[in-house]
């Protein structure tokens, strides 16, 4: 079991910036992907930003440039630092990681607002 709680969201100004953070516990050895989604209200969640075991990361193309995904292995800490925020980044965003099984672990969210 892993379980994953997300921190950092908040209310933030145009062009601000947040970091988010997901701290993992639970056996963590099998997973490959670590992930941030987001679901905006009215529409279904989507893929914002991976990094697999490996380090490699993929992103959300509109966001590409905006949004960075990192990790810190020793503390089983994945972050999303998002810049330049505007109000379509306005969502729930969750932490997500798959193990080597398919198994999908989800976080329970955290709010980011971007409003003046």
């Known amino acids: 079991q892993v379980q994953l709680v997300e921190s950092g969201g908040g209310l933030v100004q145009p062009g601000g910036s947040l970091r988010l953070s997901c701290a993992a516990s639970?056996?963590?050895?099998?997973?490959?992907?670590m992930g941030w989604y987001r679901q905006a209200p009215g529409k279904e969640r989507e893929l914002v930003a991976i990094i697999t075991s490996g380090g490699s990361t993929d992103y959300k193309d509109s966001l590409k440039g905006r949004f960075t995904i990192s990790r810190d292995n020793a503390k089983n800490t994945v972050y999303l630092q998002m810049n330049n925020l505007n109000p379509e980044d306005t969502a729930v965003y969750y932490c997500?990681?798959?193990?080597?099984?398919?198994?999908?672990?989800w976080g329970k969210g955290t709010l980011v607002t971007v409003s003046s």
């Open positions: 639970g056996s963590m050895f099998s997973i490959t992907t």
């Open positions: 997500h990681f798959r193990n080597s099984y398919g198994r999908n672990y």
